[in-house]
């Protein structure tokens, strides 16, 4: 895979920023911030290098407060090249733009670090409203959305072809179309990812009780966590069903 790109407007960023926006901040979440940000740059670092050279030293650079900003910058030395510090800030800022998006391990991102980039999405509550993560301008906003994501990644060890029943509902085209089904008995949702052409029998299942086959990503306790859909079948309602006078008529049983 070819690396990142380095330079942007002929720059290069050795710093990255955590922006962090809500009313009040307590401060073991700061704290949390900052150690899940420079956990997924060690990571990364460690992942780049392949220990051929020390790893960088990341020192606090600023922090303003109101809406909190949160720099961390690279620190060069006689072994460590500015270039080398900005293909790690490079790569993470686009490794978490990634995460955002699709459930994809980033290049360089060893579980750590997406368990790092799951815990700083999951800080956003009550009390902080967004977090946004960027080197210069550029900044990525970071949702559940991420969170999801690398619970499938991490979470779904195990894969296998075969079929998941349910309820069909929560379709969301807002990145890679999915719906989710949710088992009758546990209440429990699996995500179910479909080719964008089949999004009118999608639309036509919606709050019907459906069948899914393809290949199933699951937990080491079974869990199923998402489908890559193959086919569905779709089981008609209690109204579309033969009464039993019906039945009886079609096995000739009546006169």
Known sequence: MEP???????KLHTSLTVDIDGSLLPFDKFRKA?????????????????????????????????????????VTTDRVAMAAIAEVVTTVETGIATLEEYPKRPPFF????????????GLIGEDILTI?????????????????????????????????EGVLKAIDLSRKPLFRIYDLLTGKGVKC???????????DALGKRVSVYGLIRSREDGQK????????????????LPRIKDIIGILGGED
Not at 4 to 10: A, H, T
Not at 228 to 240: A, D, Q, Y
Request: hydrophobic letters at 40%; one cysteine or more.
């Open 4 to 10: 990142p790109q380095l330079v942007q407007s002929g």
């Open 110 to 121: 060893s579980d750590r670090a997406l368990e790092s980039a799951r815990c700083l999405a």
């Open 193 to 203: 990812h479909f080719m964008p052409e089949n999004i009118d029998s999608v639309k």
């Open 34 to 74: 900052q150690e899940e940000l420079a956990n997924i740059l060690h990571e990364v670092d460690q992942r780049l290098s392949e220990k051929k050279r020390p790893s960088v030293n990341w020192v606090v650079s600023s922090v303003t407060s109101g809406s909190v900003h949160l720099t961390i910058e690279g």
């Open 132 to 164: 946004q993560v960027g080197a210069n301008s550029k900044k990525v906003n970071l949702t559940q959305h991420l969170v999801a994501n690398v619970d499938e990644l991490i979470g779904a060890h195990y894969k296998s072809f075969g079929s998941v």
């Open 225 to 240: 966590v998402s489908v890559e859909v193959e086919e569905m079948e779709v089981f008609p309602s209690e109204i579309e």
